[in-house]
């Protein structure tokens, strides 16, 4: 019974990743295919005469719009870790008047969909001139993702025995170095994961760029893929081959943080 069981869940699953890998394989290939190719009926499978024209002329096209992206990711991830790190540290371990306050706020933001605050925000933002600015662009992501990282931030670092703030203080040490030399390896698994989560967000975010962003060279790749779809038509096989061009780098860094998870799982709980 538990192996029947046990092939019916996996028959599930596999069914299920099917029907995710399916549309990334079926775009993948696209971008091999000319146009004609890619809408005859039956489908092909596997592309009949590929081509890595169209993925070539895709990249030197968003080359661009991929560093803009990088700039914006990366710029989101730096602002938010430097600003969530030692907030989550203070509301995690010390007790303040307004600690449950600040906790219901940080929830209460997570559930404000973007569209109802970005015109504030870009009135706002007009106002202290940052609209058209990497930087501008890289704040408004950072108001968003600064309180869902520290949500993520204060569930690992309250696991962290507070004995271990009252051991350093006997020894002399200040809360700034019991911060970066206990708290900040001991949590290591957490920053992976935020880190993670934060650089993905930020680098598929598309709403933010796009009201913060007027000129079109500073725009990252979430909206430079619109420049295949013209007045008179859809480059599909450029656009095809931009959109897996597009998911490449959040895979590398997921892959590379993922190990730094794991790595980070005995960082700094042993003391030598």
């Known amino acids: 019974m538990k192996k029947r069981a046990g092939w019916k869940w996996s028959a599930l699953v596999a069914v299920v ?5 399916s549309p990334l394989y079926f775009i993948a290939i696209g971008g091999f295919m000319s146009t004609e190719e890619i809408f005859y009926k039956p489908p092909y499978l596997f592309p009949p005469e590929p081509t890595l024209q169209y993925y070539r002329e895709a990249f030197f096209t968003l080359l661009p719009y991929i ?10 991830l730096l602002l938010t ?13 010390f007790e303040f008047s307004m600690k449950s306050s600040l906790s219901f706020l940080f929830a209460f933001v997570q559930m404000i969909p973007y569209t109802a605050v970005i015109i504030p925000l870009f009135l ?8 058209n600015s990497h930087f501008g662009a890289v704040l408004a992501l ?19 025995p507070s004995g271990l703030i009252e051991a350093a203080l006997i020894d002399g040490a200040g809360y700034f170095k019991i911060f970066t030399n206990i708290f900040l390896p001991l949590s290591a698994p957490g920053i992976a994961s935020v880190s993670i989560l934060v650089f993905l967000l930020a680098w598929g975010n598309f709403i933010v760029p796009l009201a913060f962003i007027k000129e079109e060279s500073m725009r990252p790749i979430s909206i430079g893929l619109y420049v ?3 007045q008179y038509g859809v480059e599909w096989n450029k656009l095809m081959a ?31």
């Open 17 to 21: 990743v099917a029907l995710i890998v």
């Open 67 to 76: 560093k803009n992206s990088f700039i914006l990711s990366f710029g989101t």
């Open 81 to 93: 870790l430097i600003v969530a790190l030692p907030a989550s540290f203070v509301v995690t371990k």
């Open 124 to 131: 706002m933002f007009t106002k202290m001139k940052l609209i």
């Open 142 to 160: 950072s108001v968003f993702l600064v309180p869902f990282a520290i949500i993520i931030l204060r569930s690992y670092m309250a696991s962290i």
């Open 228 to 230: 295949f779809i013209g």
């Open 242 to 272: 931009g959109s897996m061009i597009y998911t490449i780098p959040p895979l590398i860094v997921a892959l590379l943080a993922g190990r730094a998870i794991v790595a980070g799982l005995t960082a700094g709980a042993f003391k030598e």
